[in-house]
């Protein structure tokens, strides 16, 4: 979804801790024991989920700009807001300003940043910000040169690319050729600097411009991000938690966990959500239960019925997944908890 740093000029999340893999083999995620996020989907905007070891601890320094929000109406439930934000904390923070830009219209669909989603151009034209770019087959990678990880552009291109073929793959397109911007800055403060939002990654369909960090230290692949983008654009828009399991499956992994295996041990630790929540209330769940568990019915849909049953689950939802399947949502669930319940969750430590 919608997935997120600090350290002024260093290029560092402090006190990187803990490595995490995840969104495709082999990418390590290194983050602080608390890492602020932009909650959800807001509008058609796609942010990276927390890592799992983040609980529910939050910050919020600077989600969203005061110019931004006064373009997007959202003036009067900021101010109510800034009122209270050094009384503010965690989730009651969150909490308080998700409330405030509901009330002020913020969250009406208009993009994260004021009156739409930012194209390449805006970010290149963005104050403070001298872009040097790299170009690949389909991507334009935007970096700071000089910055903690700009030598690291190629590597961002190739995984993009790579990124890409195993998307559409997944989707059965045979290529893509809309634009695609991948724009990348070395901290929280330069995130927020460009995008007024404190985010390791987050994903604009309608631009196809995707914004990630990347340093020295941390670098978030792409893929996930990527799907929304591509999967958006091909097939339309779906469903929360098909969009997000479908972005988890294609990853194959969620933090180095396989998805069965992890549904599994999520289920034997208490923590299964029943399908029929699952689908219908996706955006209250725990983030760190409901996107993996997406990502294994999704597996479970594509080793069950093929790409067409994720299609049919894209296109309408459990509803016309079960008029395609011919199953009720209780006999779907009883078929993905007996795929789970052969996978093995050994050895699988998951908080």
């Known amino acids: 979804m919608v997935a997120q740093a600090s350290g002024p000029g260093t290029g560092r999340i402090p006190p990187l801790q ?18 602020p996020r932009v909650a959800g989907r807001l509008g058609a905007v796609w942010t990276e989920p927390s890592p799992p070891f983040a609980r529910r601890r939050r910050s919020v320094r600077a989600i969203l700009p005061v110019g931004e929000l006064c373009r997007a109406g959202a003036v009067g439930g900021l101010s109510a807001f800034v009122a209270l934000l050094p009384a503010l904390r965690g989730l009651f923070a ?15 669909g208009c993009g994260l940043l004021g009156g739409g989603q930012p194209s390449a151009a805006d970010l290149v034209g963005r ?4 872009w040097s ?11 700071e040169p000089g910055a903690p990880g ?20 997944f989707l059965g397109e045979p290529g893509y050729d809309g634009p695609l911007d991948l724009f990348f800055v070395p901290s929280r403060e330069r995130m927020v600097s460009l995008l007024g939002a404190e985010t390791n990654g ?10 990630f960090l990347v340093n020295d230290h941390f670098r978030i692949s792409a893929r996930h991000e990527l799907f929304h983008v591509v999967a958006m654009n091909r097939w339309g828009t779906p469903d929360l938690w098909v969009n997000e399991g479908g972005a988890v499956c294609v990853s194959e ?22 399908l029929d929540t699952l689908s219908r209330k996706f955006r209250g769940e725990d983030d760190r239960i409901s996107y993996p568990l997406a990502g294994s019915f999704v597996q479970f849909i594509l080793e069950s019925w ?19 399947t011919g199953l009720s949502l209780e006999q779907l669930e009883e078929g993905w908890v007996a795929a789970v319940e052969e996978a093995s969750a050994d050895g699988i430590e998951y908080p």
């Open 202 to 211: 987050i994903a604009f369909p309608e631009t196809g411009v995707l914004v």
């Open 306 to 324: 093929g790409r067409d049953g994720v299609r049919a689950a894209w296109d309408g939802g459990t509803k016309e997944l079960s008029r395609f």
């Open 94 to 108: 969150m909490a308080a300003l998700s409330a405030a830009l509901v009330a002020g219209g913020a969250l009406s």
């Open 127 to 130: 104050s403070g910000f001298d």
């Open 133 to 143: 770019e790299v170009r690949t087959e389909h991507f334009t990678i935007h970096y």
């Open 18 to 35: 803990t490595t995490y893999r995840g969104f495709g083999p082999g990418v390590a995620r290194k983050s602080a024991s608390t890492v």
């Open 253 to 274: 992994v969620w933090y180095g966990h396989p998805l069965h295996g992890l549904a599994r041990h999520l289920r034997e630790s208490d923590r299964w959500i029943p």
């Open 150 to 169: 700009a030598e690291r552009a190629d590597e961002v291109g190739r995984d993009a690319e790579e990124s890409l073929d195993q998307i559409l793959g």
